[in-house]
């Protein structure tokens, strides 16, 4: 599987602050990579890097295995994108704003805007100015002008903000289509851990601008740690207990009352008799798994995703 | 460079842009003719205003007052609506380089200025005729047309400082506000027998040879080559450099 996107040290430097902090990504061809963090963790910033808009403070960008800063016309040329909110000429028709981005690139194959609206589902809106489009059907005009050429990578950059369910649906739908017919790459960042976990085979997760954790969705299924949940009177001496008594460490105490024990999974029994000899009330014994989400939010240092 | 300007043109369809800029150019004749064949009819002496002097006053008003601010907006519209539109990063990501997009608005603006050019001198003709003004001939039809391409044609290379504010500041107030100065400093400056070393000034002397002995004319020549070199080759590079946010 040959690789298509490889940042070195990527870094975007604003005054004091880093945007984007020594990045170091690989997208393999064929995959769907989810580019997951929150708002502000430098997603759409390493996006525009991707994409040319802005020139990396520090750092290479490789794109199809070329340089992306000496070969950046050849290359962007075999990419279709949409960075952030796609912007369109409001004053024209869908097809009339295709109709630009086909005469700049030169494409003179007949019927190629009518094939991409319909791929996209707007093929009876044509007459319709721009302008007049909802949010999901300028989300969707802009995924036809970046398939127009087709491309072989699509980056796309939080596609499903400011649609309704049933538009994100829609998007996600195309999305996995266009992986199956055309054999895309596909680069897709988001906000919203769900979206990334339907769509993606591999995941990055990035947050303050550091890329903490690049993984294959498999993979960090596996790794998914179980654990006995205790719901107690009192998490302090609980805690205490499980320490002095039992000499476990591998513990979290979330919220309230709430103890995760990471270890000893089959001494839930013997635990909670320690417990009620030592007055703590015992309300609720679970045997669980970590979520994906429980695994991002202990990756970004608490609070959730988005 | 041709594909390219034809999707400049595109982008103006249906846009009021470009009737509302008619509409500017409009303004100078009307006034002056109008103007003056009120005047006429009014005065009870037989004040007699050759066509001559129509096309002279419509042109003084084109480059000195009204062109400035009026293709100073026409500037910003072009520049900045692809900021405004944020349809600049689809652009520059099909990837167009950045020197070719500026080339080919700066091709269309040159195109429209022009256009509005021979819009103020054609409704000139069309009202002086109506008035019935005297004194018209062929000779005076290429004389004033000429003058008004050559005036059309330095506001035209003097809007690179206008294109570079747009660009650098993605706005159209400040264009507006840099447009107006210009203007009032044109206005300042126009009895002043140091006329020909402020470009705007410099350039309706030179297309109408009424150019000041205070200095020679390679002055004000040189004052206008580097008014419009300097914003170009500023324009080009901040273009070039800047990322796109």
């Known amino acids: 599987m040959s690789v298509i996107i490889k940042t070195t040290n990527l870094t975007?430097?604003?005054g004091n602050q880093k945007s984007v902090d020594h990045v170091n990504m690989t997208v393999n061809q064929g995959e769907i990579y989810g580019f997951l963090g929150r708002n502000g963790a430098g997603k759409t910033t390493t996006i525009r890097m991707l994409v040319g808009l802005i020139k990396p403070s520090h750092g290479q960008i490789e794109i199809f295995g070329e340089n992306l800063f000496t070969h950046q016309k050849e290359i962007l040329r075999r990419i279709g994108s949409i960075v952030e909110v796609p912007g369109f000429y409001e004053n024209l028709t869908s097809r009339e704003n295709l109709l630009i981005n086909a005469k700049i690139m030169g494409i003179h194959k007949k019927n190629a805007i009518e094939e991409t609206l319909e791929l996209v589902g707007l093929q009876d809106e044509t007459k319709k100015l721009v302008g007049k489009y909802s949010l999901g059907m300028k989300q969707r005009l802009g995924i036809a002008r970046a398939l127009l050429h087709y491309p072989e990578l699509l980056i796309l950059d939080e596609p499903t903000n400011g649609l309704d369910p049933i538009g994100i649906k829609e998007m996600r739908r195309l999305i996995k289509a266009l992986v199956q017919e055309r054999k895309i790459t596909i680069f897709i960042s988001s906000?919203?851990?769900?979206?990334?976990?339907?769509?993606?085979?591999?995941?990055?997760?990035?947050?303050?601008?550091?890329?903490?954790?690049?993984?294959?969705?498999?993979?960090l299924r596996k790794i998914n740690r179980k654990y006995l949940e205790f719901q107690v009177s009192n998490d302090n001496k609980a805690a205490m207990l499980l320490e002095n008594h039992f000499n476990i460490y591998d513990y979290e105490v979330h919220g309230e009352g709430n103890i995760r024990v990471y270890s000893h999974l089959g001494q839930q029994g013997h635990i909670n008799k320690v417990f009620v000899q030592h007055d703590i009330e015992v309300v609720k014994i679970a045997l669980s798994e970590d979520r994906l989400e429980d695994y991002f939010t202990k990756l970004v240092g608490g609070g959730h995703i988005g | 460079m041709v594909d390219l300007l034809y999707t400049e043109l595109l982008k103006l369809k249906r846009s009021k842009m470009f009737l509302l800029s008619i509409l500017g150019a409009v303004v100078a004749p009307f006034m002056v003719v109008v103007s003056t064949y009120i005047q006429i009819k009014t005065k009870e002496s037989a004040l007699s205003v050759p066509f001559a002097e129509l096309f002279y006053?419509?042109?003084?008003?084109?480059?000195?007052?009204?062109?400035?601010?009026?293709?100073?907006?026409?500037?910003?519209?072009?520049?900045?609506?692809?900021?405004?539109?944020?349809?600049?990063?689809?652009?520059?990501?099909?990837?167009?380089?950045?020197?070719?997009?500026?080339?080919?608005?700066?091709?269309?603006?040159?195109?429209?200025?022009?256009?509005?050019?021979?819009?103020?001198?054609?409704?000139?003709?069309?009202?002086?005729?109506?008035g019935q003004f005297q004194g018209l001939s062929t000779s005076l039809l290429v004389k004033s047309i000429k003058q008004f391409l050559i005036a059309g044609a330095f506001l035209f290379i003097l809007s690179t400082p206008i294109i570079l504010i747009t660009i650098v500041l993605k706005n159209y107030v400040p264009t507006i506000i840099l447009a107006i100065s210009i203007t009032l400093v044109n206005v300042m400056s126009f009895n002043s027998e140091h006329r020909g070393l402020i470009p705007w000034t410099a350039a309706f002397d030179i297309a109408n040879d009424t150019l000041f002995p205070t200095y020679p004319a390679e002055y004000s020549y040189l004052v206008i080559t580097a008014t419009s070199i300097i914003g170009f080759i500023a324009t080009i590079v901040y273009f070039r450099k800047a990322d796109i946010h």
């Open chain 1, 191 to 219: 906000h919203i851990l769900s979206e990334i976990e339907q769509l993606a085979d591999c995941v990055g997760i990035i947050h303050e601008g550091k890329l903490l954790e690049e993984i294959a969705f498999d993979n």
């Open chain 2, 57 to 130: 006053e419509t042109n003084l008003y084109v480059v000195l007052l009204i062109g400035v601010p009026l293709y100073g907006v026409v500037t910003a519209y072009l520049f900045n609506r692809e900021y405004a539109e944020d349809t600049l990063k689809n652009l520059l990501t099909i990837p167009v380089s950045r020197t070719s997009i500026l080339l080919s608005k700066m091709l269309l603006l040159f195109m429209w200025i022009m256009l509005l050019t021979l819009v103020a001198w054609g409704l000139t003709l069309l009202l002086g005729l109506l």
């Open chain 1, 12 to 14: 975007k430097i604003y």
